[in-house]
């Protein structure tokens, strides 16, 4: 299915949570935050959370500095 990803269209196999899919990437949850057609999702919903045709999911890094 078609699943727009910070911008950009990808193909994702379908009913995929979105724990899930953040593992896919190797991306640690702690890190981010996910924005989920435009609706900020909570980190314990992320198992509960499933992707579906013509989401747009923004996933958004924490960056350290100062």
């Known amino acids: 299915m078609k699943v727009q990803i910070n911008g950009q269209i990808q193909l994702i196999e379908e009913s995929i949570s979105l724990e899930q899919f ?3 990437l190797k991306v640690c949850k702690e890190a981010v935050v996910c ?3 435009r609706s900020i999702i909570q980190k ?9 045709e013509n989401d747009s999911l923004e ?3 924490f960056v350290g500095g100062g």
């Open 59 to 61: 996933i958004v890094h």
């Open 44 to 52: 314990d919903q992320y198992s509960k959370t499933y992707l579906s």
């Open 22 to 24: 953040l593992g896919d």
């Open 35 to 37: 924005e989920l057609n």
